[in-house]
């Protein structure tokens, strides 16, 4: 596959479910992101990673806890979530550096009933 | 704080008609990038055309091209001989450059552009 690829697409849990996200770019990236997607909202930056490292975290809950092993992949593992956290998941990466552009996966939509 | 404003939830055009999507952002930087994302029913997140604040030139990609006003920090998105294609939400997004390592994108919260038959 090419691009930026998300899985699963579509997930449902319970508040006390614990699950995880994962995110996959083939574009040679140094750079990934998470954003939340909800209705009627402008898209919400949630964490950034440079070269592994996280460089942002814009005030999430601790329920959401990303993780980055490598350049390439980016996870976040949800637990004891809340309705509110129901939403599209966006994961997106670029290379490093406020030049460049950012390419978007799919996402994932996420319900938590 | 920078922010993004897109004042149109919705739109509609006919095909082949022509279209102008709003955008308005508010920042007291000189220099940075704004850009037009495409959200279709997949999902998947494209970007259709970026313009430089530096650049006076409005960019153009093909049938989309841009009105940029950086005096009264307008930048909308006008999309000719419209295509069933195009039905999508349309995001306009702003991005600081400041030469750092992060790269942070600001967005407006959409337009979800219908096209008729």
């Known amino acids: 596959e090419t691009g930026v690829t998300q899985t699963p697409r579509h997930l449902v849990m319970g508040m006390t479910n614990k699950k995880s996200l994962k995110c996959e770019q083939h574009l040679g990236h140094n750079a990934m992101y998470w954003y939340k997607q909800s209705a009627k909202k402008p898209l919400e930056l949630m964490f950034v990673y440079n070269f592994k490292e996280q460089t942002e975290n814009n005030s999430v809950p601790s329920r959401f806890s990303p993780e980055c092993p490598n350049s390439s992949h980016l996870f976040l593992h949800l637990h004891t979530l809340q309705p509110e956290d129901s939403a599209l998941y966006l994961c997106?990466?670029?290379?490093?550096?406020?030049?460049?552009?950012?390419?978007f996966g799919p996402g994932t939509r996420l319900t938590v009933t | 704080a920078q922010t993004v404003t897109q004042s149109q939830p919705e739109m509609s055009v006919q095909e082949a008609e022509t279209v102008t999507l709003s955008c308005t952002y508010d920042?007291?930087?000189?220099?940075?990038?704004l850009f037009w994302y495409k959200q279709p029913p997949s999902r998947q997140m494209i970007l259709v055309i970026r313009q430089e604040a530096y650049k006076q030139q409005n960019a153009t990609e093909n049938r989309f091209s841009v009105n940029f006003q950086k005096a009264a920090k307008s930048f909308s998105l006008k999309i000719s001989d419209s295509q069933l294609g195009d039905a999508a939400m349309y995001f306009c997004?702003?991005?600081?450059?400041?030469?750092?390592?992060?790269?942070?994108?600001?967005f407006g919260t959409g337009t979800l552009l219908a096209v008729q038959p």
């Open positions: 920042t007291s930087e000189s220099d940075y990038y």
């Open positions: 997106a990466s670029s290379p490093q550096g406020s030049r460049y552009e950012q390419y």
């Open positions: 997004a702003y991005r600081l450059n400041y030469g750092g390592a992060t790269n942070k994108l600001i």
